[in-house]
């Protein structure tokens, strides 16, 4: 059976509307389905192995789901795909693609797995349609600009083995509540950057941060409220 469906195979193809991926294929390439704007559905075969750059970038998709056999998710597989509503990755994928919902706007329903380890650079950036998420316990790292300007996130409740936040993550998240479930260790630039319900903050004796005292714009709390409170260790402020 077919294994591979080779790159830009239907680039731009606007007539297309669904298709159906042999239960075979192991590899999507690059742009597949970029700019497939009237493609609206697709179901990915259990045993799938590779989604490559850009595959399904700019289509119509309004539902995924990426089975878990998948192990290498390239850059901005769903960028940009304005219809995309509801997202599933399934059981045994442990980090997500790098931009990899960046700009879908109308996604408001994400399942992510519990064998997840990392969120990856910019993977949410701009799913302004997303009100809720639930973090997996088994997250311990989420990559720069991971979640920057999701406005209308309501909470985000960090996980006890994320201790780091790099620059831009949650930057322009203004509406949501954070629960931290352990001690931050590292904040890079503008990491909660107006983040206006921020209103507590716990950090690790260890602290340590990413930007210079010559950069103050790029204070990762710059904007927040001036109600918050940072905690230095437990117990204490």
Aim: glycine share 8%.
């Amino acid at each position: 059976g077919v294994r591979i469906i080779g790159k830009e195979v239907c680039k731009n193809n606007t007539n297309l509307k669904s298709v159906v991926i042999p239960k075979s294929v192991k590899e999507i390439r690059s742009s597949a389905f970029y700019g497939c704007t009237n493609l609206r559905e697709i179901e990915l075969p259990d045993g799938l192995e590779r989604l490559e750059y850009g595959v399904f970038k700019e289509s119509g998709l309004t539902s995924i789901k990426v089975p878990g056999s998948v192990d290498f998710i390239g850059i901005g597989v769903f960028n940009d795909c304005m219809n995309l509503e509801r997202a599933v990755l399934g059981e045994g994928i442990e980090q997500t693609g790098e931009r990899m919902f960046d700009g879908c706007e109308a996604l408001k329903d994400v399942s992510l797995p519990k064998s997840l380890k990392t969120i990856s650079v910019c993977t949410f950036q701009w799913c302004t349609g997303l009100t809720e998420i639930t973090i997996p316990e088994s997250v311990t790292s989420i990559h720069n600009i991971a979640f920057s300007n999701c406005k209308n996130l309501r909470e985000i409740v960090l996980p006890k083995g994320v201790t780091v936040i790099n620059d831009y993550t949650f930057n322009g998240c203004n509406s949501a509540n954070f629960i931290f479930l352990g001690e931050i260790t590292y904040m890079g630039k503008s990491a909660f950057k107006d983040c206006y319900n921020l209103k507590e903050l716990r950090i690790a004796d260890d602290f340590r941060h990413g930007w210079s005292k010559w950069n103050e714009f790029l204070c990762p709390l710059e904007g927040c409220s001036d109600q918050l409170v940072v905690y230095v260790k437990e117990g204490s402020k």
